[in-house]
């Protein structure tokens, strides 16, 4: 009899309205909503940690290539460099070269058997016309003496004429 005393009472007491029992079974069902929202705020911040340590990784990544694109601008600015001074030096060969072309050229018309520039392929219809036209004393700023003459215009005698000598 005990036993239905005591089932008899659970009964009235968890049927009772304002009961403590049922303001407990209500509080537990708040904690267990606040922990199920607590327990997906968790989840949410572990695939946020996940997102940043794979970032993370990204980002070493990007400082590796930021190093060796500044390795390769340093090595570029280099060549650039290099390359100013092979510019450089090709214009001063091409200077050289064009006087050298317009001092075989004013030979040549001095000498006209000689023929020492003859047949240059690489000479342009344009360049040979502007260099016949030009005497090579404006051309090259340089007095060429011509046969039988020294570079004052003098006569040279260490040039044989073809008249004879007396002797």
Excluded at 41 to 59: G, H, I, K
Excluded at 86 to 109: C, N, V, W
């Amino acid at each position: 009899m005990r036993t239905y005393t005591l089932t008899l009472a659970a009964l009235t007491l968890s049927t009772a309205p304002g009961c403590i029992v049922w303001k407990i079974e209500e509080e537990l069902v708040k904690a267990n909503d606040t922990l199920v929202r607590v327990e997906t705020a968790l989840e949410e911040v572990t695939r946020t940690n996940e997102r940043l340590v794979l970032l993370q990784e990204q980002l070493g990544t990007l400082d590796s290539i930021d190093g060796s694109l500044t390795r390769v601008d340093t090595s570029l600015a280099d060549v650039d460099k290099e390359l100013d001074r092979i510019e450089e030096s090709l214009s001063a060969m091409d200077k050289h070269m064009s006087s050298l072309r317009g001092t075989i050229s004013s030979i040549d018309r001095a000498i006209p058997f000689l023929s020492v520039g003859a047949d240059d392929p690489a000479e342009t219809p344009e360049s040979a016309e502007s260099e016949s036209s030009t005497p090579p004393e404006e051309a090259e700023g340089k007095n060429i003496p011509g046969e039988g003459e020294t570079s004052e215009g003098e006569p040279n005698e260490s040039v044989s004429t073809g008249a004879p000598t007396g002797g």
